[in-house]
């Protein structure tokens, strides 16, 4: 029964995910599509590869959700082909845009610590395709590693957007409080969505494995483990 009522879980997650990508990203697809990283081809490329990867996993979760494996697995190698390209894309920026590790943000070095994660979880997931216990988890553990840069976009549009007219005291207050956390002037609203709905989602694999699995998966721990490691790292060093 538990398996049964949670059996939408990968699906409702990935759209979340897809749904945070694109009103993260929504500035460059709708609202101002003549900014210059828009006609940037390195940008273009990453943009498209990220995107095309948050629709192929909703897409995946529901052909897995009904049962249909036949069009999942032969989707899997395009899905993979674009996980590479996320990859590569992303390994690009990083080596364009590098400027030493000593003068990079704690935000940005976890990211580059996160990105050989991100890796290492797809090239498991893809040769554990087979074992879809583990196969799902990693790719989905793999995602969360790459959430930074979304939550961090995503907080003016899905947050501020509406807290500012609503609550202005509030609002200026925050701001007013605003400080330097990682290297990124950020006041403490944005501190608590951004971290609370990072390890929110590290948190709810580890609910759905106790609902479905009564205990937590290996992959379930790995996740939030390297996830503190490697922001004490990237924090500390």
Known sequence: MARRTWGAYFSI???????????????NLFTDVTQPSNSDPKFIVHGLFGLAWYVLLVVQSNLARVHNLRFHKKLGVSTF???????????????VLWNGWANTTGEARANRLFLPAY???????????????????????????????????????????????????????????SMDFAGL????????????VWIGFFLSLVFYDWK??????????AGPVWFVLAWLIALFT
């Open 81 to 95: 082909l674009v996980a590479i390209g996320v990859t590569l894309s992303t390994l690009y920026l990083f080596v």
């Open 185 to 196: 002037q950020a006041d403490p609203a944005f501190l608590v969505f951004f971290y609370g």
């Open 13 to 27: 997650i990935s759209a979340l995910l897809l749904f945070l990508s694109v009103v993260a990203f929504s500035d």
């Open 119 to 177: 890796a290492m979880c797809l090239s498991l997931a893809w040769l554990w395709r087979g074992q879809p216990d583990w196969h799902k988890r990693l790719i989905f553990t793999g995602t969360f590693f790459m959430l930074g840069p979304v939550l961090a976009r995503a907080y003016d549009p899905l947050v501020v957007a509406w807290m500012e007219p609503l609550f202005p005291t509030f609002s200026a207050t925050m701001v007013s409080m």
């Open 212 to 221: 479905t699995l009564k205990r937590i998966h290996p992959v379930t721990i």
